[in-house]
Nanobody, 119 residues
Framework: QVQVLESGGGSVQAGGSLRLSCAVS?????TAWFRQAPGKGRERIAT???????SYGRFMYDHFAVSRDDAKNSLDLQINSPKPEDTAMYYC????????????????WGQGTQVTVSS
């Protein structure tokens, strides 16, 4: 059974920094970061395939960085100099079939971690 767990959210002032982590257990083919701001749809930030390839979504911004932490076995999202408009629930998701990793439909989701950026 695949399980997805996000951590690292919280409140931060604009201009600070925040690092979110996603731990996935079970056999998967890709892991992705999404976010959903109040009143908006879910936005894909990036997808990392098991071979190390990263596919960036339209909502991957210059102040975001996605990387894998091998020591923690996690996919991390670094938010540098966050802005109030980055306030959202951030979700991690995973797929067990590679062919499903090319879009926005994911099988397994974490419960999300809230990021609130104050000006």
């Amino acid at each position: 059974q695949v399980q997805v767990l996000e951590s690292g959210g919280g409140s931060v002032q604009a201009g600070g920094s925040l690092r979110l982590s996603c731990a996935v257990s079970g056999s998967t083919r890709c892991t992705a970061w999404f976010r959903q701001a109040p009143g908006k749809g879910r936005e894909r930030i990036a997808t990392r395939f098991n071979d190390g390839t990263i596919s960036y979504g339209r909502f991957m911004y210059d102040h975001f960085a996605v990387s894998r932490d091998d020591a923690k076995n996690s996919l991390d999202l670094q938010i540098n100099s966050p802005k109030p408009e980055d306030t959202a629930m951030y979700y991690c998701a995973a797929n067990t079939r590679r062919e499903d990793c090319y879009g926005d439909v994911f099988e397994f989701w974490g419960q999300g971690t809230q990021v609130t950026v104050s000006s």
